[in-house]
């Protein structure tokens, strides 16, 4: 892999997609980075504000993938694959899994989220933002989350901003090269073996968190969706909760 621009580590910023989309828009190069450690206002899926207290890691690469616009859903599970590629390096592979559509679990407790968000540059090319936040040091108790310091692994910050941003970069690259027209072409099957909950009941939640459905998770399907007692659910209709 080609070297990769340096990161820039910042102690507090609004929001570190916010800061990389403006990169983005201006031309930066793939794999272009910021990472803080501290946000005043970032944001999760579907909107919502995503809790950024210091002590974490913040960090937003920026993506130039060109794969056919059939495929780009794909993106942030290639990206949630870059992030534990990462931490297996930091001896956690037996620990963290994938929470389908996009966070990170250990010992079933949220690691970590991800956010894709994805624009156009000045001269018009498409590009996309990977965004994640991980608890490295503090960890929202009434969130039933975990940090890193528990599972017995803490690098520093800016260890931890350059394993992942790396990993998420070669990650991509590898699906990117993988070809193919379905979003999980290439990764589904390394998707489906660090996924949670697979073989269990679940049950299916709409976008504001009313029960639409129970049954056994079965699989994600090549265009990401969720296949539950042989329903396909999409992220952007539905999220899981273990029962």
Request: overall charge negative; glycine content about 12%; some cysteine.
């Amino acid at each position: 892999m080609k070297r990769l621009p340096r990161i820039r580590l910042l102690e507090k910023t609004v929001s570190t997609n916010d800061d990389v989309l403006e990169l983005g828009r201006q031309g930066s190069e793939s794999g272009t980075a910021v990472a803080a450690r501290r946000q005043t206002a970032g944001r999760g899926r579907r909107g919502h504000a995503w809790e950024s207290p210091a002590g974490n890691l913040y960090l937003s690469v920026l993506l130039r993938a060109e794969v056919p616009p059939s495929r780009l859903p794909g993106l942030a599970a290639a990206c949630g694959l870059g992030v534990t590629d990462g931490l297996e390096t930091l001896g956690l592979s037996n620990e963290v899994q994938l929470k389908w559509p996009n966070d990170l679990l250990a010992r079933g407790q949220k690691l970590a989220g991800i956010l894709v968000e994805a624009a156009r540059d000045e001269a018009g090319n498409p590009f996309a933002v990977c965004g994640i936040g991980i608890n490295l040091e503090s960890a929202p108790r009434e969130l039933g989350a975990i940090g890193l310091a528990e599972l017995g692994s803490a690098p520093s910050f800016s260890e931890l901003a350059e394993v992942l941003r790396d990993s998420i970069v070669a990650r991509v690259d590898a699906w990117t090269g993988a070809g193919g027209l379905c979003p999980l072409d290439g990764i589904q099957d390394d998707y489906l073996a660090r996924l949670a909950w697979l073989s269990e009941k679940v049950a299916v939640l709409s976008p504001d968190g009313a029960e639409l459905t129970r049954g056994v998770f079965e699989a994600v399907d090549p265009w990401g969706r969720a296949i539950v007692d042989g329903n396909a659910h999409t992220a952007e209709q539905s999220s899981l909760r273990p029962l």
